[in-house]
């Protein structure tokens, strides 16, 4: 009986997460197998697909998909998100009533991670800071412009 309820406890910390178009792609791998165990403190979780990862609480998880098709040039907003170790990453982001959606613009394979909107209105989304080291193992081909660049 407890080696049934130790299973059920270990699949109910499943995150599904859909795997992305090219989620196969050999960088996903590479970005996917550099992520942090941690992010600003919320713990991974195990996923149900390939090139994705999961933080936080089950049921609102802060998610990453590898994989994802890459964002067009856009009038969305576009920030560039710099570490102190010289990790640079431009994100496309777009809110809507589920959260906010953030995906890697200029980089292929893309990237998108989501953040539910109660995890945003309880944390700041700095924490994509943290995915910089993983994601900038996709050398960036565009960056981010804004309408003082033309």
Avoid: K
């Avoid at 890459?70 to 710099?82: I, K, L, R």
């Avoid at 909107?117 to 193992?137: H, I, K, N, Q």
């Amino acid at each position: 009986m407890l080696a049934v309820v130790l299973l059920l406890s270990a699949c109910a910390s499943v995150v599904n997460v859909p795997v992305a178009p090219e989620g196969h792609h050999p960088d996903c791998a590479r970005i996917v197998l550099a992520l942090p165990d941690q992010l600003d403190g919320m713990p991974r979780h195990t996923t149900s697909s390939q090139a994705t990862r999961a933080w936080g609480e089950p049921l609102e998880a802060v998610t990453l998909r590898c994989g994802v098709p890459v964002p067009p040039p856009t009038e969305e907003t576009c920030t560039t998100a710099d570490d102190l170790a010289g990790h640079s990453v431009d994100w496309v982001s777009v809110e809507d009533e589920r959260g906010w959606t953030f995906t890697t613009y200029g980089r292929h394979p893309a990237v998108e991670v989501f953040v539910p909107a109660a995890v945003a209105a309880e944390r700041s989304t700095s924490f994509l800071l943290d995915l910089g080291p993983a994601v900038s193992l996709v050398e960036a081909t565009r960056a981010c412009i804004g309408l003082s660049d033309f």
